[in-house]
């Protein structure tokens, strides 16, 4: 079997459009994944045991587990209790879990980054918490966290096409759907693969400049 | 059927599930330490066509999905004439992918290791394969053992993909129960927790006690 440029052509709207759909899924899971991330780290940090043990156990657990298994366990376990939920909040709801436990712990790494006598000094200056975590620990630990957060970013889209498997009408789902329609399985296989490329490469260059960026604003502040 | 039952109907066909996923895993972990290693010293090549191909080869097969490359290799090539069986298509998919991951983890720690070491190497007139052979390797595993641990870890969880081209592991055996028996939530969280078992309580402390050999070997421990 060879290559077919018009088939290739034909089929391009329908993959550009499902690539909208990957972006889209991918968006929102990392949404999600931020902000469960931060409370995840927030749980395991409280100084009671009742809740950061429990808390530090599940972000262990759900990190080496499978995501594909995950994602079967949530959307096939739900309607079981009751709950229906739609492929697509499974999907979300299951990879903002998922990589929620990796930002947490990518947070707590540059918390603890921020060296421990920016506390003192803040206590020293009778800042209040709130204020000690706004105006300083804060703006120093996320340089520090940034570049966890970008790859992070990365892997989620990246993991995306693991949506299919329970019928989210992605960038995978449609060219599984293509190959069984029309029984070409070259270009869309191939197709996908190269839109994957052509989004992450610069996505990761991107994110390294950032990085770099905020890394130079940060230094101009400091002196 | 209570979970007793289900564990006892049900276990052992998930237990043989489970020794093919170890058997994967421990396959594409062989041919991800073999191409890590690779293209790991490649990146390192000052000859530009050799460390630009090892770039390629890095930033194709982590710029992609690994279900897309999984799926290219076992749906795709049969079409050029190429047809691999799901177990080889899944190790292979595998091993070349966390091996592209693992070449950065490879450069990363031969660049760790102290410029001195080279000079030293030089002065003795040391040619540069037995430099890297005796002098630079066995001092990287310290250095890369505790990243390439993370990767071996994330290695176990990918192998579940596997399952989508029918090699019959852990997950593909969940997937079959599930179908027959409908008893999602004892089936999927039996096999959440088998994988969970196998990275906490064997995985880890393995990769740990490699880890502490390293660390002995070279006088740190």
Same mark, same amino acid.
């Given at each position: 079997?060879?290559?077919?440029?018009?088939?290739?052509?034909?089929?391009?709207?329908?993959?550009?459009?499902?690539?909208?759909?990957?972006?889209?899924?991918?968006?929102?899971?990392?949404?999600?994944?931020?902000?469960?991330?931060?409370?995840?780290?927030?749980?395991?940090?409280?100084?009671?045991?009742?809740?950061?043990?429990?808390?530090?156990?599940?972000?262990?657990?759900?990190?080496?587990?499978?995501?594909?298994?995950?994602?079967?366990?949530?959307?096939?376990?739900?309607?079981?209790?009751?709950?229906?939920?739609?492929?697509?909040?499974?999907?979300?709801?299951? *990879?903002?879990?998922?990589?929620?436990?990796?930002?947490?712990?990518?947070?707590?790494?540059?918390?603890?980054?921020?060296?421990?006598?920016?506390?003192?000094?803040?206590?020293?200056?009778?800042?209040?918490?709130?204020?000690?975590?706004?105006?300083?620990?804060?703006?120093?630990?996320?340089?520090?966290?940034?570049?966890?957060?970008?790859?992070?970013?990365?892997?989620?889209?990246?993991?995306?096409?693991?949506?299919?498997?329970?019928?989210?009408?992605?960038?995978?789902?449609?060219?599984?759907?293509?190959?069984?329609?029309?029984?070409?399985?070259?270009?869309?296989?191939?197709?996908?693969?190269? *839109?994957?490329?052509?989004?992450?490469?610069?996505?990761?260059?991107?994110?390294?400049?950032?990085?770099?960026?905020?890394?130079?604003?940060?230094?101009?502040?400091?002196? | 059927?209570?979970?007793?039952?289900?564990?006892?109907?049900?276990?052992?066909?998930?237990?043989?599930?489970?020794?093919?996923?170890?058997?994967?895993?421990?396959?594409?972990?062989?041919?991800?330490?073999?191409?890590?290693?690779?293209?790991?010293?490649?990146?390192?090549?000052?000859?530009?066509?050799?460390?630009?191909?090892?770039?390629?080869?890095?930033?194709? @097969? &982590?710029?992609?999905?690994?279900?897309?490359?999984?799926?290219?290799?076992?749906?795709?090539?049969?079409?050029?004439?190429?047809?691999?069986?799901? @177990?080889?298509?899944?190790?292979?998919?595998?091993?070349?992918?966390?091996?592209?991951?693992?070449?950065?983890?490879?450069?990363?720690?031969?660049?760790?290791?102290? &410029?001195?070491?080279?000079?030293?190497?030089?002065?003795?007139?040391?040619?540069?394969?037995?430099?890297?052979?005796?002098?630079?390797?066995?001092?990287?595993?310290?250095?890369?053992?505790?990243?390439?641990?993370?990767?071996?870890?994330?290695?176990?969880?990918?192998?579940?993909?596997?399952?989508?081209?029918?090699?019959?592991?852990?997950?593909?055996?969940?997937?079959?129960?599930?179908?027959?028996?409908?008893?999602?939530?004892?089936? @999927?969280?039996?096999?959440?927790?088998?994988?969970?078992?196998?990275?906490? @309580?064997?995985?880890?402390?393995?990769?740990?006690?490699?880890?502490?050999?390293?660390?002995?070997?070279?006088?740190?421990?």
């Amino acid at each position: 079997m060879e290559w077919r440029w018009e088939f290739a052509w034909e089929i391009l709207p329908r993959m550009l459009w499902a690539t909208g759909n990957t972006l889209l899924a991918a968006g929102v899971g990392y949404t999600i994944a931020v902000v469960l991330g931060l409370v995840l780290m927030l749980g395991q940090r409280t100084p009671y045991r009742l809740i950061n043990m429990p808390v530090r156990e599940l972000v262990e657990f759900v990190r080496s587990t499978p995501l594909l298994v995950q994602l079967f366990f949530v959307f096939f376990v739900a309607p079981q209790f009751g709950i229906k939920l739609s492929a697509w909040t499974a999907g979300m709801l299951t *990879i903002g879990l998922h990589f929620g436990t990796y930002l947490s712990e990518v947070y707590r790494g540059a918390l603890e980054g921020v060296p421990k006598s920016q506390w003192e000094a803040c206590r020293a200056l009778n800042f209040t918490t709130g204020y000690t975590y706004r105006r300083v620990i804060l703006p120093q630990a996320f340089p520090i966290a940034l570049p966890g957060m970008g790859n992070y970013l990365v892997g989620i889209f990246k993991d995306t096409p693991l949506l299919a498997t329970i019928g989210v009408a992605e960038l995978m789902h449609t060219a599984n759907a293509l190959g069984a329609e029309t029984y070409r399985y070259l270009e869309p296989y191939t197709m996908v693969g190269f *839109i994957f490329l052509i989004i992450s490469l610069p996505t990761a260059m991107g994110l390294r400049r950032l990085e770099a960026a905020v890394a130079r604003a940060q230094g101009n502040t400091r002196h | 059927m209570g979970y007793w039952e289900f564990l006892v109907e049900y276990l052992p066909k998930l237990a043989n599930g489970a020794v093919m996923t170890v058997m994967v895993m421990v396959c594409a972990t062989l041919l991800a330490v073999t191409v890590s290693m690779v293209f790991g010293l490649m990146r390192l090549s000052s000859h530009f066509a050799i460390q630009g191909a090892a770039t390629v080869y890095i930033e194709f @097969f &982590r710029g992609t999905s690994l279900l897309v490359q999984l799926y290219w290799i076992y749906y795709v090539l049969p079409l050029m004439g190429l047809t691999l069986s799901p @177990f080889i298509s899944g190790v292979l998919a595998l091993g070349l992918n966390f091996g592209a991951y693992g070449a950065e983890i490879v450069r990363g720690g031969i660049q760790a290791v102290p &410029r001195g070491q080279y000079e030293a190497a030089l002065a003795l007139n040391m040619s540069p394969f037995s430099r890297m052979r005796r002098i630079i390797i066995p001092q990287i595993y310290t250095i890369i053992l505790p990243p390439a641990a993370n990767l071996t870890v994330e290695l176990l969880k990918a192998t579940a993909l596997v399952a989508l081209i029918t090699v019959v592991d852990l997950m593909f055996v969940a997937k079959q129960i599930n179908a027959t028996t409908w008893l999602s939530a004892q089936v @999927f969280g039996t096999a959440l927790i088998i994988y969970y078992a196998m990275a906490r @309580f064997a995985l880890i402390p393995f990769l740990r006690w490699l880890e502490l050999i390293a660390a002995r070997k070279i006088g740190k421990a």
